[in-house]
Nanobody, 125 residues
Framework: QVQLVESGGGLVQAGGSLRLSCAASIRTFSSYHMGWFRQAPGKEREFVGGLSRSTSITYYADSVKGRFTISRDDAKNTVYLQMNSLKPEDTAVYYC??????????????????WGQGTQVTVSS
């Protein structure tokens, strides 16, 4: 069983920054593919970015590329999502997730096995 706990959400003005954290209960966090997703009211959960387990390659949705950055601190079993130049359309509940399959990285939420509780990000105009 993997437990994930997100933190760092909040209210920020457009153009501002936030850093989300995802702390995992597993000691081998780096052994799993990891993804960040978000869900706005009335919309489906969408891929934001992720980190491949073996290569540590990062992947981003086109909508956040150049503004968001994912990093990992293996000593703390924590993955971060640094969000800069935030826009009102970034407003959503943000989730981190772990994919235990070790074959391929995936951008599909249905391929992830464990999820955090989510943290609200609200960007005002």
């Amino acid at each position: 069983q993997v437990q994930l706990v997100e933190s760092g959400g909040g209210l920020v003005q457009a153009g501002g920054s936030l850093r989300l954290s995802c702390a995992a209960s597993i000691r081998t966090f780096s052994s799993y593919h990891m993804g960040w997703f978000r869900q706005a009211p009335g919309k489906e959960r969408e891929f934001v970015g992720g980190l491949s387990r073996s290569t540590s390659i990062t992947y981003y949705a086109d909508s956040v590329k150049g503004r968001f950055t994912i990093s990992r601190d293996d000593a703390k079993n924590t993955v971060y999502l640094q969000m800069n130049s935030l826009k009102p359309e970034d407003t959503a509940v943000y989730y981190c997730a772990v994919r235990t399959s070790r074959i391929l990285f995936s951008r599909s939420a249905s391929e992830y096995d464990y999820w955090g509780q989510g943290t609200q990000v609200t960007v005002s105009s």
